[in-house]
């Protein structure tokens, strides 16, 4: 008895677009490729553990700041590295808080916040 986490959803109004950036950053695997292209209601992406995020099609804008977020650490790099590499897929900062609490608060290029820390 009990629950286990299934997959995680992200609202989006365009779920290839935000995705693609998803993956990019990330380097995650693409998983349902059968629903997995431009246009589709839902794409799928599946972390090196099983862990799967879908981004599903809604009609609404984000408005307000997240609730959750996704913290990433970098990996054979440094977060100053993968903060400009995600600047330049689209994301935008926010709230640049590495000199004093060691992490970067982002958004994909749906408003989507995430935090790049360090170490």
């Not at 286990?4 to 998983?31: C, K, N, Q």
């Not at 009609?59 to 997240?66: G, Q, S």
């Not at 590495?98 to 749906?110: G, I, K």
Request: hydrophobic fraction near 35%; charged fraction near 30%; include cysteine.
């Amino acid at each position: 008895m009990g629950l286990r986490l299934s997959h995680t959803t992200w609202d989006a109004l365009d779920p290839h677009t935000i995705a693609e950036f998803w993956r990019e950053l990330t380097g995650w695997e693409v998983s349902e490729p059968e629903s997995y292209h431009p246009g589709s209601d839902e794409c799928y992406l599946v972390t090196p553990d099983g862990y799967t995020i879908l981004f599903f099609r809604v009609p609404d804008a984000k408005r307000l700041k997240n609730r959750a977020h996704m913290d990433l650490r970098h990996s054979g790099t440094s977060r100053d590295e993968e903060v400009e590499r995600a600047l330049r897929l689209g994301a935008t900062m926010v709230d640049d808080r590495r000199e004093d609490l060691s992490w970067a608060v982002m958004a994909d290029p749906e408003g989507n916040e995430f935090c790049i820390l360090d170490g």
